[in-house]
């Protein structure tokens, strides 16, 4: 018996494990799945009829009968840090969430397993007994039987808050929302040679942001009618503007552009809804502050751009707009600042520097500050509320995500005057630099709730840095080590600073020897402000290959400008003109340049004079060097561009030249062998001429005389004389026609 006993326990203990059930079926609290989507009014008034609608999901594996959905509320909240707890809840706690509103429910019969269906709920501000001003969280749940608990219970609950403000109150917040209007980087240093400069893109994503229902066309649709400051990157702006014009897009998207009208209706829109709003302007492309802080600042001359950018950054708004911004905001990303940002942003004329409460904290005071505070050297940090710029950063294409963030938005707002009912406060609100579109109607639900300035009034951003700082508040700018380090794994890298820097380089020695250098210097500087962007966080690859197409792009058109190859060359005589040519592919025309030819053997063959050259876009020229052989031998000669600043441009170009020159000897031979014609010449004359004198003493008329000179012999075979006459020698060589008008010299002979 002790061993039949014992088989089932041995049995269990060889049993093969099991692969793991299904993840359980929810129960209790969670048996269904209920999801706020609609809340109406956001901020009701004591005459209004909150109306809730949502969805029911019954998640479990068995059907819910004899249920209802009926509404409860809390107790007033005691501050933001209980909202914040409040938000995190789920399941359905009885003595917190309180009471279910009696004769407001909607009934339903049956949801089966895996069923779902929406529902709507009304009921009368005066119903929910709503106390003393404050928030209130109001929680819509599902009640009813399963198989498993035939009794009536809490299967399902979902919770959003009602911010509840019967009069106005004494001192508002005033409130200021950031508005912004920021893309990626869409266009290329490249342009075509046309008149125009034709713009060509990186791609043609741009169209679908500023279409209609597109997030930028939102923003700008959206915002005209909010009290909102605009906050620009006028890269935007000179982006959209090019695309308005002709325009060409490289890749997929090519090659020519075709949303010309989408462009010119977003710049008129935003043109008219600036017209009623403050404007900020970053600086040109929104650079990326904390990354030149931590890391361009090590390589010179990469802060420079900064200035350049906010230059332009008043220019670009002013000539598309046509109103002048404010250029004295920085904003860093996220609003975290250290000493060295707030260094570098402040460095090109911002004085106010965007920051965030997460980042300058004030754990000691109990309500929240003003955003403005001085943080030394005339400087003032613009501390926005974390909880607020980070409201609205979810998936708000989602109802219910959507209602929830506005509903917790506006809750957090009323709690904030209700923190020190006797201070004014100025807060300000910096969300995500590119919200979607359903991000800003999100933004711009809350913004309008907020309209009937019960608790509230809107600031512009110029004068919320001007507000009363709150003498409390910290003023204390972190050290970089307090510095984010998931934001410091996405800045620039040194090297990028580096890369950015090696362009600047070139385009500075480039554009020097350029007829029209704005048709370079335009585009690429732009180019250049771009290539260290806010918007390259999170993509470093797109970071890279954007620096490496500026560069390479660049390299291409000074390689245009070059030395055309020459073959080797042979000199016969002390001097001659050697020709070298200058090709100059570009559009435009080079001047300014010296052309310079230099010898390895220099007392051997003396290479000339440098020229300045002057070349014509699409044309090539020959520089004629007027050189001076000493010796005979090889030499190789080396031609090289040199800008004005002394500066080598381009690759050098190197040829041999060959020097035959006539030396010493064989002039000496030479001359020595005319000496002797002349004195044979004489000797000859003065012979016949004593010949002569003899024959008239001899009374010979000198007709008849043998070998007499006026007859003998004409082949000379029976001359006068002793018939040593030398021959002649034959005419030197004919000079050969020089490669230079200018040549100096004769007997010149250049072979190439």
Do not use: C
């Not at 209980?82 to 009885?94: N, S």
């Not at 935007?236 to 949303?259: E, F, R």
């Amino acid at each position: 018996m002790a061993l039949l006993t014992g088989v089932p326990l041995l049995v269990g203990l060889l049993q093969v494990p099991q692969a793991p059930s299904a993840q359980a079926a929810p129960t209790g609290s969670r048996t269904v799945d209920v999801t706020i989507d609609s809340m109406t009014p956001s901020a009701p008034t004591k005459s209004d009829t909150v109306t809730v609608s949502g969805t029911l999901s019954n998640d479990s594996k068995t059907a819910i009968t004899d249920a209802h959905v009926g509404m409860s509320r809390s107790s007033a909240l005691g501050g933001r840090s209980a909202i914040d707890a409040a938000a995190k809840r789920t399941g359905y706690i009885p003595g917190v969430d309180g009471q279910e509103v009696k004769g407001h429910t909607e009934k339903v019969t049956r949801l089966d397993a895996g069923a779902s269906r929406s529902f709507t709920l009304s009921v009368p501000v005066k119903d929910l007994h709503l106390g003393e001003d404050g928030v209130y969280q109001l929680g819509v749940s599902l009640s009813g039987r399963t198989p498993a608990a035939p009794y009536e219970h809490v299967l399902g609950i979902d919770r959003t808050f009602l911010p509840w403000q019967e009069s106005d109150a004494a001192k508002k917040t005033q409130l200021t929302y950031m508005w912004p209007l920021i893309s990626s980087t869409h266009l290329t240093a490249e342009t075509d040679p046309d008149a125009q400069q034709t713009p060509v893109f990186r791609n043609d994503d741009l169209a679908a942001e500023i279409a209609p229902g597109g997030r930028l066309q939102q923003m700008v649709a959206l915002g005209k009618n909010l009290p909102v400051t605009f906050v620009i990157d006028p890269d935007l702006l000179a982006t959209v503007d090019a695309m308005a014009k002709t325009y060409k897009v490289d890749g997929a998207d090519g090659p020519t552009g075709k949303n010309q009208a989408v462009a010119r209706q977003w710049l008129t829109d935003l043109e008219e809804a600036v017209k009623t709003h403050e404007v900020v302007a970053l600086p040109f492309a929104d650079p990326d502050l904390a990354s030149l802080a931590h890391h361009g600042r090590s390589v010179p001359r990469a802060l420079s751009h900064l200035g350049p950018a906010t230059e332009l950054a008043s220019k670009t708004v002013d000539t598309v707009l046509g109103v002048k911004p404010r250029t004295d905001f920085a904003w860093p990303v996220d609003g975290a600042i250290d000493s060295s940002i707030v260094d570098v942003a402040t460095s090109a004329g911002a004085h106010n520097v965007i920051s965030r409460s997460d980042s300058l904290r004030d754990p000691s005071i109990p309500y929240t500050p003003t955003a403005a505070r001085p943080i030394g050297g005339g400087n003032t940090a613009v501390v926005a509320d974390a909880r607020l710029s980070r409201a609205f950063e979810g998936d708000m294409a989602n109802a219910g995500d959507a209602t929830h963030a506005v509903q917790e938005f506006l809750a957090q707002t009323q709690m904030i005057g209700r923190q020190s009912p006797g201070r004014q406060r100025s807060i300000v609100v910096a969300p995500q630099r590119m919200p979607s579109a359903s991000q800003a109607q999100a933004m711009a639900s809350a913004l309008r709730t907020l309209e009937s300035e019960r608790w509230t009034q809107p600031l512009d951003l110029s004068r919320a840095a001007k507000a009363k700082p709150d003498p409390s508040a910290n003023r204390q700018v972190p050290s970089g080590a307090s510095y984010p380090a998931s934001l410091r794994r996405q800045e620039l890298p040194t090297e990028a600073f580096r890369q950015i820097q090696d362009t600047q380089s070139a385009l500075d020695e480039f554009q020097v020897i350029l007829d029209q250098p704005e048709r370079v210097v335009t585009p690429f500087g732009t180019a250049i402000m771009r290539e260290m962007s806010t918007s390259w966080r999170g993509d470093s690859s797109g970071a890279t290959g954007f620096r490496n197409s500026v560069r390479s792009y660049l390299s291409s058109l000074t390689k245009k400008v070059s030395l055309i190859q020459k073959s080797d060359a042979t000199l016969s005589g002390r001097s001659a003109t050697i020709p070298v040519t200058v090709q100059n592919n570009l559009v435009q025309g080079v001047e300014g340049m010296t052309l310079e030819l230099s010898s390895s053997q220099p007392n051997r063959l003396d290479a000339g004079k440098s020229q300045r050259i002057k070349v014509d876009g699409g044309h090539s020229q020959s520089f004629k060097f007027d050189t001076t052989a000493n010796a005979n031998g090889r030499a190789w000669v080396t031609a090289q561009l040199y800008t004005s600043d002394g500066k080598p441009y381009g690759d050098p170009m190197t040829f041999q030249v060959n020097v035959t020159e006539i030396t010493a000897t064989v002039m000496l031979v030479i001359a020595g062998g005319v000496l002797l014609l002349v004195l044979a010449g004489v000797r000859i004359y003065l012979q016949r001429k004593r010949h002569a004198a003899e024959s008239s003493d001899d009374g010979s008329d000198g007709d008849d005389g043998d070998g007499a000179e006026g007859g003998g012999d004409t082949d000379g075979d029976n001359g006068g004389t002793d018939g040593d006459t030398p021959e002649q020698p034959s005419d030197p060589t004919p000079d050969t026609g020089s490669e230079s008008p200018d040549a100096s010299g004769s007997g010149e002979k250049v072979d190439r």
